[in-house]
């Protein structure tokens, strides 16, 4: 396994989970990276949410999967799970302990603290380097596959100090005033603006400063994830009607709905830290600091970590992988491999925690069945995981963007259902029945030790 983050983490346990003998190679610390700050696996470097844990939501049936097939990555997330509203996020220090415990007390992992310059050709591998691959093991993927490019850009979001934040101004509620059963107990607040608060923070992020981007590395983004700046860009009222939408929140101290907000997310179970959502930037930090704090609630903030932009590494999938994430047979052929190389996380193109700690779930799994000689498995495109391993292996190979869980993906219910709610709950339900009939059908054939 190459890369101790959560798809290499979870796809070292995955593989030692059925039996196999595994090596882990991580490179820090020894070897930093733009936006690690420690050398604990599973560093978070962006946000600290895992997304929704509602069962009636897409993240939550990836979540209810990822618990069936043993995942570390889920099973770390709860024991260090801090409030957040319907969503799973966690004291990202506790995290990235709690993995890295994990893997170092496994009787059948080992973990080397070192770089891995070249990729063994003798034994399974799976590359689950992350959006952070190193030039020298960048090289050595486009040499095996082929690629010519393997760049775009992502971005990380501010974090701000609790003490620091104006409660007179920034309340806490949850959209709609959700319930507590529906939305948990809290974990977010809302900076709310005005109109003409929200035209003159629009104007200063159009005037500051950007980052300059490198001249060999083209700037490509993630519609999901883009940069504030990039949308203030794109019209007046594209932030207003995305991350600042202020739709079902309400100001108590006007009674009325705002023109727009901010919300902070609850970043650690002390409640000391806390992240602007969606506010991924790459304005440098002398602007970061005081464009900012323009924002109604935040005239005093303490940054703990500006925003940082980074370059990210991925896969041209639908050329490259089979559904099973392992290296298609003739690309593999060509490169002259002896034993099956596998992919995992973000740079096969999925997009977000646990959709890249699921790709090394299956990939660790079938890593282990290639020891055994077994041939290499896919859970169903019915459940979650087995739409995102179709879309990235199958998926439109003209346009090719990275993707999260979404009941978009799925197969259609037939009969059709045409309550949305019902609906999704259907597809739900059959997902996780094929989910679980999967693991029964699969498990048993790797459970025993690999000399």
């Known amino acids: 396994m190459i890369g101790g983050g959560l798809a290499g983490c979870d796809a070292a346990w995955s593989a030692a989970r059925h039996g196999a003998r595994v090596t882990l190679y991580e490179m820090r610390p020894k070897r930093g990276t733009p936006a690690h700050r420690t050398g604990d696996l599973a560093e978070l470097v962006c946000s600290n949410s895992l997304q929704s844990a509602l069962p009636h939501t897409a993240a939550g049936m990836l979540k209810e999967e990822m618990s069936l097939m043993g995942s570390l990555i889920l099973r770390s997330a709860h024991a260090s799970a801090v409030p957040s509203g319907g969503a799973l996020s966690v004291d990202r220090d506790l995290f990235a302990a709690a993995v890295t415990a994990g893997i170092e007390d ?61 409660r007179d101004i920034v309340f806490e509620a949850s959209r709609y005033d959700k319930s507590r059963e529906e939305a948990g107990s809290g974990g977010y607040l809302n900076c709310p603006l005005s109109r003409e608060e929200y035209d003159a923070f629009r104007a200063a992020i159009l005037e500051g400063e950007l980052v300059p981007l490198k001249d060999f590395e083209p700037l490509k983004l993630f519609e999901g994830c883009l940069p504030i700046e990039e949308l203030a860009r794109r019209g007046e009222r594209t932030m207003a009607f995305g991350p600042m939408k202020p739709v079902g929140l309400t100001d108590p101290r006007t009674g009325r709905r705002p023109h727009a907000v901010v919300q902070l997310r609850q970043e650690n179970q002390s409640a000391t830290l806390y992240s602007m959502v969606a506010f991924q930037t790459r304005l440098k930090w002398g602007d970061q ?163």
């Open 289 to 451: 600091q005081r464009i900012f704090r323009m924002i109604p609630g935040l005239e005093a903030a303490e940054f703990v970590r500006l925003g940082v932009m980074h370059r990210n590494t991925y896969l041209h999938s639908p050329v490259l992988l089979e559904q099973t994430l392992a290296l298609r047979t003739q690309i593999a052929a060509a490169a002259q491999r002896r034993a099956p190389v596998y992919f995992a996380g973000q740079m096969t193109g999925v997009e977000g925690y646990t959709e890249s700690a699921a790709t090394g779930l299956i990939a660790g799994w079938n890593a282990a069945r290639a020891v055994k000689g077994l041939e290499a498995v896919a859970p169903p495109r019915e459940t979650m995981i087995g739409s995102l391993l179709d879309y990235i292996s199958a998926g439109p190979a003209d346009n090719f963007q990275p993707m999260n869980s979404n009941m978009g993906i799925l197969p259609p219910i037939e009969p059709h259902i045409r309550q949305k709610q019902q609906r999704h709950q259907a597809m739900i339900d059959r997902g996780l029945a094929a989910a679980r009939a999967f693991v029964e059908q699969a498990a048993p054939d790797t459970l025993e030790d690999v000399a």
């Open 106 to 166: 496994h009787p059948r992992i080992t973990l080397i603290r070192e770089e891995l310059t070249e990729i063994p050709d003798d034994v399974p591998v799976v590359i689950a380097t992350g959006p952070l691959t190193s030039d020298t093991l960048a090289i050595q993927i486009q040499q095996l596959t082929g690629a010519g490019e393997l760049y775009f850009y992502d971005a990380a979001s501010p974090i701000i100090d609790a003490e620091t934040i104006n």
